[in-house]
């Protein structure tokens, strides 16, 4: 039997990938299952298939193993793509180690939210065309990258309650499922509800970490790794 590591310290990812590669023969730990803990690979990436690749080979490398790895973020088209890589800390640009360091997960994905409806003010609602991304990255302990893939999320970025062109339909914050930016972001096609109005379930269904995790896994099949 095969072993990968998910270089992921959230059991609830290390459990979803495990239960779906139930019976192939395959075996999925997290960091948090080895005795050891390693050093954080610094993520300075300008992509997500960067940072996904500088995690897998880093943890790869470190344990011995074939290692997953992810990455993902919010593109908006009228902001050229931002904030991409740096989605997790899009209110400080990036910077994940001054004031952010001090607020919670909560506050900081307020703070992310509050910048993005900011720089979105004057963006027709038509024009807030958005994705969630999300890139997927196997390396074997020599660096080898033996599969990668991406899914994607397709939506639009709603617009805040008390600006002047907004309308019932798509008025935000709403919801209170997921993180990040799900609040704001409603679900294409029909744009009515936001990903933290969806049950959990049905997001995994058709979000960029649901698509992302089934492409990968048919491809660890694939590699007929044992
Ligand atoms: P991570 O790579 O999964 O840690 O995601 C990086 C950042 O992208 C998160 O901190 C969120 O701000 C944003 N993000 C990624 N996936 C989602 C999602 O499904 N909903 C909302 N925000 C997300």
New binding site residues.
């Given amino acids: 039997m095969s072993t990968i590591v998910l270089a992921t310290q959230n059991p609830g990812k290390v459990s979803e990938l495990r239960s779906m590669l139930n019976g192939s023969g395959i075996e999925i730990i997290g960091l948090d299952d080895l005795a050891q803990s390693f050093p954080e690979p610094a993520e300075n990436g300008s992509t ?1 298939i960067e ?1 996904a690749t500088i995690k897998a080979k880093a943890y790869a490398k470190l344990t011995g193993m074939l290692c997953l790895a ?5 593109e908006i088209d009228a902001l050229g793509g931002k ?1 991409g890589v740096i ?4 209110a400080f640009d990036g910077d994940a180690e001054g004031e952010a360091a001090g607020l919670t ?1 909560q506050q ?2 307020d703070l ?1 939210i509050d910048r993005v409806l900011k720089d979105l003010d004057p963006v027709e609602p038509r024009d807030r065309t958005a994705r ?1 991304v ?1 890139v997927m990255v196997l390396s074997d302990p020599d660096g080898n990258i033996l599969a990668s893939c991406e899914g994607r ?1 397709e939506g639009r970025i709603g617009v805040p309650f008390d600006h002047p062109h907004c309308t019932p339909a798509d008025s935000v914050p709403r919801g209170s499922n ?5 609040p704001i ?1 409603l679900v294409a096609e029909d744009y009515i509800y936001t ?2 109005e969806i049950e959990p379930e049905h ?1 995994n269904k058709i ?3 649901g698509h992302a995790v089934r492409s990968m896994i048919e491809l660890i099949k694939e590699l007929q790794l044992d």
Avoid at 70 to 74: A, R
Avoid at 87 to 90: E, G, I, Q, V, Y
């Fill in positions: 997500f940072n992810d990455d993902s973020g919010l904030p989605s997790s800390h899009f997960r900081r994905d992310n969630f999300c999320f997921g993180f990040g930016y799900d972001f990903s933290a997001k979000s960029h970490r």
